[in-house]
């Protein structure tokens, strides 16, 4: 008790709004500071590199203090959340002139990772989602918002689809239910930031109710999501949250809508991270988004990387999207210009966004009214005769003049960024305004005004206007013009040779003039707030605006992309058959030492004559590259872009597996191995008649027998698969398996082709039919700067174990023989006389009795030795 009455009113505050927040660093505003007290304070300063002090210092009350002045919250807050803070900012609530107790307070927003619009918090070119899961028997539903643009996708599958969306989506902050924590981290893994709610919010019918609250319906059949009772339950606890966190200003979250799994080519986890599509393992890694990406805006540069790992399998949307960019192609002057025009553009969704969040500034809404200018030239741009696809989109860009207009006639042409800093609203919006602008801002040309007129009028040549703390404004008379003072003006003070007067007129001045500022920032205040209301009612066709120029932007992006790399148009069909010729790798071919040319490649798939691929080829011949490049040339025509290579004609894909290179996964305590087998289990589970099935050595993380008999069933298996005869590119350092054709008519081998010259290796890289005999992997050891004399002995193994190549029992034979003789593998394993004697000298001597110049003489003997 005796503590509690030591606390200040201030503290007792400060510890009331915090236990309202558990878990998250408290900003709390005091004066022109945010504060933070006790362990948040030691946190912050540790983060902020901000100075720790101590407030009450000595008393039972002590606690560590820091903080910073409030204008530097965008530069602070920032660095808390991106440190993984979840923090609640504290507000002062009302004037603290206006009122005599302690100012109310409270928390006006929670901005956790998830939960973030801050431009310094989110990446310009990607999403910033939140996502919400829930999981039930198996099924999961999973909704992404992301509240900086307003997208909200909900879907519903098994954990296995959920986890291909979470790694296609890449959300910052992941929540779930409290119970499921476990399960969760057990399915996907620890590497999200997650947070865990209550259960109480997971019903039904809360869920739902929220949801149709916040998008003011009677049901959700519209959105058509009806059908994913799980997904719609997790999206409305995503708005629950939003809730909590105290974001309710939400308007620009005006749909929702499901993604739809059968609409989109799947990709598994393995293949999104495999092919490198928008993220590596290895940071300085290109990836295919890298490559791909020149978009003029983030919006383009957002809708690139969604459609990167959700390619379409349906060929007329495809092939509308490989119409525009072919139009693009070749009509180069209107693709620049389209471009330009985009690019003025800006991030017209995040800038509605913070509208509807009512967070926007000045400077946003004047580049938002930038914006629409520029669609009113893509309008009449993309209004082009030859291209039907171009009008449909000229058709749905809307100018919005009405509130574009407004928005020019309301501001100054160039407002500050703070709406606190005044003259923010144009003259001429408001009389009141401009007559209190003239008071506050003309203040010298007035008083001059009434100098002169009153000099005039009176004929006081030498009267003066000045102005004193006691009674503010005054006329000053010297004493000779005393007597011409007007009777109606007050006398205030006599000085020895003048006297002081004021008058009605610069009294009412007075007041005007101090009240003027205040009253010009509350009326700038309510017209600025008007207006974001009356931006807010254009919120939907601003959207879809942002929509259409996204897409717009990435074709443009497309056509400019595949001029400057050379790529071509993809031909697709509804077929079968997947035939590139001259194809690339379009991330390596990017990457190579200057001088060197990417070596091309034809690949041919037909289910009918040619399912599976068995590629065999020396380490580094550039197996894995001709399996990756395979895959990406089929993903990037299925979204729309062109390929690199000198023709493609592509059959529907509605799947591609990859199971390429040793995914080493220490951190989740599973071995390689068992990963490998994970990943090869889901593609032979999931499998279908169009699938493309991109293999590298599988099998390779187990003994050789194994992984031979492992591989062979697989390619089997797929060959002998009752429906499915998916499109199979195998490679491996088995050329056992080149055995498999004997038997199976459609696997074929291949070989990627090397040269021999001068004991070098030349890579030629050139894939030609027929199986390979040699791995020249020793090769690869000595290129790696392995020590000469391990080569040496590695030479000789593989030497004995190829002569007596002859079947399993004698390699087992030859290789107990070997493993024999690497136990003597020490320094003189090496059969050479001159060692052998030298051997034998060291041994017989004796170290106890050696005097130093008998050593020096032995050393002498060696060196001779060796030097005959
Ligand atoms: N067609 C090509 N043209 C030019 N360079 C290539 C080509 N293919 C591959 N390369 C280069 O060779 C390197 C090795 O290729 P890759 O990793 O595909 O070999 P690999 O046969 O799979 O080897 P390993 O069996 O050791 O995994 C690549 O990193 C790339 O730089």
Redesign the pocket.
């Known amino acids: 008790m005796a503590k509690a009455k030591k606390q200040t009113p201030l503290m007792q505050q400060y510890n009331t709004i915090k236990a309202k927040y558990p878990g998250a660093l408290l900003l709390f505003r005091v004066g022109d500071f945010y504060e933070t007290f006790g362990e948040d304070a030691v946190k912050a300063a540790g983060i902020l590199g901000i100075v720790l002090t101590k407030r009450g210092n000595g008393t039972e009350s002590e606690t560590a203090l820091a903080g910073f002045p409030h204008h530097s919250l965008e530069t602070y807050l920032p660095k808390l959340v991106r440190a993984g803070q979840r923090v609640a900012i504290c507000d002062q609530l009302e004037d603290p002139k206006q009122t005599k107790t302690i100012v109310k307070r409270g928390v006006t927003e929670l901005v956790t990772p998830g939960v973030s619009y801050n431009d310094n918090i989110v990446q310009q070119k990607a999403n910033n989602y939140l996502a919400s899961i829930f999981n039930d028997k198996g099924q999961c539903g999973v909704a992404f918002l992301d509240i900086s643009t307003g997208e909200f996708l909900v879907a519903q599958g098994s954990a296995n689809y959920v986890d291909k969306l979470l790694q296609g989506f890449k959300p910052t902050e992941i929540i779930l239910p409290k119970k499921q924590y476990k399960d969760f981290s057990e399915q996907f893994g620890t590497q999200y930031y997650t947070y865990t709610l209550d259960e109480w919010p997971y019903t039904g019918d809360y869920a739902t109710e929220t949801l149709l609250r916040h998008f003011e319906v009677k049901s959700m059949k519209g959105f058509g999501i009806d059908r994913m009772p799980l997904g719609t339950l997790s999206a409305g606890v995503a708005l629950h949250y939003l809730n909590e966190t105290e974001h309710r200003n939400l308007q620009h979250i005006s749909n929702i809508s499901r993604i739809e799994e059968d609409n989109h080519m799947w990709l598994d986890r393995f293949t999104i991270r495999n092919l490198e599509l928008i993220g590596s393992t290895n940071e300085n890694a290109a990836t295919l988004g890298d490559i791909l990406d020149e978009t003029a805006s983030p919006m383009g540069a957002r809708l690139l990387r969604r459609w990167i790992v959700m390619p379409l399998k349906d060929l007329k949307s495809i092939n509308e999207r490989l119409d525009i960019v072919a139009y693009f192609y070749s009509n180069r002057e209107i693709r620049d210009e389209l471009i330009k025009e985009i690019k003025q553009v800006g991030d017209l969704e995040r800038l509605i966004s913070k509208i509807g969040l009512q967070k926007a500034n000045p400077r946003e809404i004047t580049q938002l009214k930038r914006a629409l200018y520029a669609v009113e030239k893509l309008k009449a741009l993309t209004n082009q005769e030859a291209s039907d696809a171009l009008r449909v989109i000229s058709e749905q860009l809307d100018v919005c003049e009405i509130i574009r207009d407004k928005m020019e006639q309301t501001l100054q042409a160039e407002p500050p960024v703070a709406l606190n800093k005044g003259n923010v609203i144009a003259d001429g919006v408001n009389d009141e305004l401009d007559k209190l602008r003239k008071v506050a801002f003309g203040g010298k040309d007035y008083l001059l005004e009434i100098q002169r007129r009153e000099s005039e009028a009176t004929g006081i040549p030498s009267l003066k206007i000045a102005f004193n703390n006691v009674f503010g404004y005054y006329l000053e008379v010297t004493n000779t013009h005393k007597d011409k003072v007007p009777a109606s003006w007050l006398r205030k003070q006599t000085l020895v040779n003048a006297e002081r007067y004021i008058t009605e007129e610069l009294k009412e001045y007075e007041e005007q003039i101090l009240g003027a500022e205040e009253k010009i920032q509350a009326i700038e205040n309510r017209i600025y707030a008007e207006l974001l209301l009356d931006i807010a009612a254009y919120i939907k066709p601003i959207q879809l605006n942002a929509q259409l120029i996204a897409k717009l932007d990435v074709l443009l992006n497309f056509a400019l992309i595949a001029e400057r790399n050379y790529y071509v148009k993809p031909q697709l069909s509804e077929g079968k058959v997947l035939d590139i010729k001259g194809g690339?790798?379009p991330v390596?071919e990017k990457h190579?030492p200057i001088g060197?040319?990417?070596?091309?490649?034809d690949t041919l798939l037909d289910p009918e004559t040619q399912q599976i691929i068995i590629i065999t080829?020396?380490?580094?011949?550039?197996?894995?590259?001709?399996l990756r490049q395979t895959g990406l040339i089929v993903l990037m025509a299925q979204i729309g872009c062109f390929v690199p290579a000198k023709e493609a004609s592509i059959g529907l894909v509605d799947k591609i597996f990859t199971r390429v290179?040793a995914s080493d996964n220490l951190s989740s305590g599973e071995s390689t191995f068992m990963v490998e087998m994970n990943e090869t289990a889901s593609i032979m589970n999931n499998l279908s008649d169009r699938s493309l099935i991109l293999l590298?050595?599988i099998g390779r993380g187990t003994s050789t027998y194994d992984g031979i008999s492992i591989a062979w069933a697989i390619a089997e298996f797929l060959h002998n698969h009752p429906f499915a005869r998916a499109k199979t590119l195998f490679?491996t350092?088995y050329h056992e398996l080149n055995e498999l054709t004997n038997s199976m008519t459609r696997i074929k081998n291949f070989n990627?082709t090397v040269k021999e010259m001068n004991n070098k290796v030349i890579?030629l890289?050139k894939l030609v039919p027929g199986g390979s005999e040699h791995s020249f992997g020793i090769h690869?050891a000595k290129l790696a700067g392995m020590p000469a004399k391990l080569i040496a002995r590695a030479n000789e193994i593989l030497k004995r174990l190829e002569q007596e190549r002859t079947g399993g029992e004698q390699i087992k034979d030859s290789m107990r023989k070997i493993q024999k003789q690497a136990y003597q593998l020490q320094m003189f394993a090496i059969d050479d006389p001159v060692l052998e004697k030298i051997r034998d000298m060291l041994n017989n001597l004796d170290v106890n009795t050696l005097t130093p110049v008998e050593a020096l003489m032995k050393l002498d003997e060696i060196q001779r030795l060796l030097k005959n």
């Open positions: 690339r790798h390596i190579l060197e040319d990417y070596i091309t490649n080829g020396p380490n580094m011949a550039g197996k894995s590259a001709l290179g590298d050595e490679a350092h990627v890579f890289r690869v």
